[in-house]
């Protein structure tokens, strides 16, 4: 059973920045793709930024340049580092974990981190 565990989340100003982490229970190695997906109230969930392969990453347009994905495979990690926030910005923050295991594609959510940007 793959456990996914967001911390990070909290109030900041416009211009802040926060840092997204997501543990997940095993060894993130196995993953062949992790990412993070945000909801805004009303709103469907969207892709923010994935890295596949350990390598390859990819961002939405409205986040480029101002936010960063890494993991620390030492940690079991995935990292979400964000500046220059914005009040668009302000969303449920979700990880998302991928893998194929005998050519069966499974994937994982954490439970969710709020985010909010706000003067």
């Known amino acids: 059973q793959v456990q996914l565990v967001e911390s990070g989340g909290g109030l900041v100003q416009p211009g802040g920045s926060l840092r997204l982490s997501c543990a997940a229970s095993?060894?993130?190695?196995?993953?062949?793709?992790m990412g993070w997906y945000r909801q805004g109230q009303g709103k469907q969930r969207d892709l923010v930024a994935i890295?596949?392969?350990?390598?390859?990453?990819n961002y939405a347009d409205s986040v480029k340049g101002r936010f960063t994905i890494s993991t620390d495979n030492t940690k079991n990690t995935v990292y979400l580092q964000m500046n220059s926030l914005k009040p668009e910005d302000t969303a449920v923050y979700y990880c998302?974990?991928?893998?194929?295991?005998?050519?069966?594609?499974?994937?994982?959510w954490g439970q969710g981190t709020q985010v909010t940007v706000s003067s």
């Open positions: 998302f974990a991928g893998r194929i295991v005998a050519g069966i594609s499974s994937g994982y």
């Open positions: 095993g060894s993130i190695s196995s993953f062949y793709t």
């Open positions: 890295i596949i392969s350990g390598s390859s990453t």
